[in-house]
């Protein structure tokens, strides 16, 4: 995964442009996919892992606020 990561998080640039999702995008959509198969913990890792890279990955807050108290320690339905 780590290398996954690191190939992923190219810039864009007026001369250079990446047609591949940046890492913070493939963690959310890894997120997903864990929620999907009920794995919370791995979920809850790959979305803040998302939001680390990348703080307005909304999909990613989202997902944590779908995942409720066990991420946000009980104040979930007041933050989402």
Avoid at 17 to 43: E, F, I
Wanted: glycine residues 8%.
């Amino acid at each position: 995964m780590e290398g996954l990561i690191t190939y992923f998080t190219g810039k864009h640039s007026d001369t250079r442009r990446q047609h591949l999702p940046d890492a913070s995008a493939v963690l959310c959509l890894q997120g997903k996919l864990w929620q999907a198969y009920t794995d919370t913990n791995k979920a809850i890792e790959s979305y803040a892992e998302s939001l680390k890279l990348n703080p307005f990955m909304w999909d990613a807050f989202l997902g944590l606020c779908d995942l409720g108290d066990s991420f946000f320690g009980g104040s979930a339905q007041r933050s989402c």
